[in-house]
């Protein structure tokens, strides 16, 4: 597998090397020492899965308040991953970047601890896998509108399901 620098400092893209026969292909999706070797130590230590049924849902933007890393990775249809940086002392605070993921290519997005994260399917039936550095904990989840101005990042289009708590998270206020 490669890491892939992006747009937001510390966020990669996971591209795997598929070794494909008649089969089909097979390939390292994760791997301690692939990280470690590129100066990220992640290893998860949970792994969730959202089922989206319809095009255009909206799941975001999610961050941790105990702060955490995951590695997203789309098992089934096609989503526009996109993360905003929140960490002031980050060089790149305060952009927003965004990769089309699918079950295709198996690529994945490593999103660090700080930076807030969500996705809007392309497809419908679309399965998201989350590999996650700590175990979820009630209290310590929390978000950003997913259309806050101050990271004016420009979705192909608005969500057609998005849940009530995504929709009411509010605007980002602290400034550099």
Not at 39 to 57: E, K, W
Not at 148 to 154: G, I, K, L, T
Request: overall charge negative.
């Amino acid at each position: 597998m490669r890491l892939a620098p992006t747009a937001i400092d510390g966020v990669l893209i996971v591209e795997p090397e598929l070794q494909t026969d008649e089969r089909g292909f097979f390939a390292r999706l994760n791997c301690v020492d692939e990280f470690a070797s590129a100066g990220v130590a992640f290893v998860a230590r949970q792994t969730s899965l959202s089922r989206n049924a319809a095009r255009h849902t909206l799941r975001g933007m999610h961050y941790c308040v105990e702060p955490e890393a995951k590695l997203v990775r789309c098992a089934r249809g096609k989503i526009l991953d996109v993360v905003f940086d929140a960490r002031p002392d980050s060089p790149t605070f305060r952009r927003a970047f965004g990769v089309e993921l699918d079950h295709e290519s198996a690529r994945g997005l490593y999103v660090p601890p700080g930076v807030a994260h969500g996705f809007l399917t392309l497809r419908a039936d679309t399965d998201v896998l989350y590999q996650i550095d700590r175990a979820w904990r009630p209290g310590f989840d929390a978000g950003l509108r997913w259309n806050d101005p101050a990271f004016a990042f420009e979705w192909p289009a608005a969500p057609a399901v998005i849940g009530a708590r995504d929709a009411s998270w509010p605007d980002f206020i602290r400034t550099a």
